[in-house]
């Protein structure tokens, strides 16, 4: 009950401030009625395909998981300046690398958190989804530290999970 709650307030909040400015046009009824009509039927579509948990609806760790976005909006900005400082050098040398990430988040959801975060990450990208972790390409070799990757992966669980410590 409390995540279909959630979802359905989720939804309304998206919907508020995705259809435009409040002002009583001609429109305005038709436009919040499709609103409703899109949640109700949203949620009960979600009830009826039995996906309404914590994996679809993640409201639980909400506070964690913006305190993660923040910190990678920071790395993010952090490596987009290192991928142009390393592509606007007169000699470019770059040395792409193929690497192996280890990936040991307590749930799927932070496992995906963790691959997609290193996909935005300038300069790196997930390739393949592993058992164990991920294979990741990087731009170069000074993208490839473990211990960056290790701290994006504990952050990630932290902000998925919101707990600390390992399994």
Not at 34 to 61: F, K
Not at 124 to 134: I, Y
């Amino acid at each position: 009950m409390f995540y279909g709650i959630s979802l359905t307030a989720i939804l309304v909040v998206l919907w508020l401030t995705l259809s435009g400015p409040f002002t009583l046009s001609g429109n305005y009824p038709i436009v919040m009625g499709l609103g409703v009509v899109s949640i109700i039927v949203t949620v009960a579509l979600a009830y009826r395909m039995r996906i309404v948990d914590r994996e679809t609806v993640p409201v639980g760790p909400s506070i964690p998981l913006f305190t993660y976005w923040g910190w990678l909006g920071g790395e993010i900005v952090k490596a987009n300046l290192a991928v142009v400082r390393l592509v606007m050098k007169p000699e470019i040398e770059v040395e792409p690398r193929l690497i192996h990430v280890a990936a040991d988040q307590r749930s799927e959801l932070g496992r995906c958190v963790f691959a997609n975060s290193i996909t935005l990450t300038p300069g790196t990208v997930t390739v393949d989804v592993e058992d164990d972790g991920f294979l990741v390409h990087a731009l170069d070799n000074s993208f490839t530290d473990p211990a960056g990757f290790a701290e994006m992966g504990a952050r990630a669980d932290v902000a998925t999970d919101g707990k600390k410590g390992t399994r």
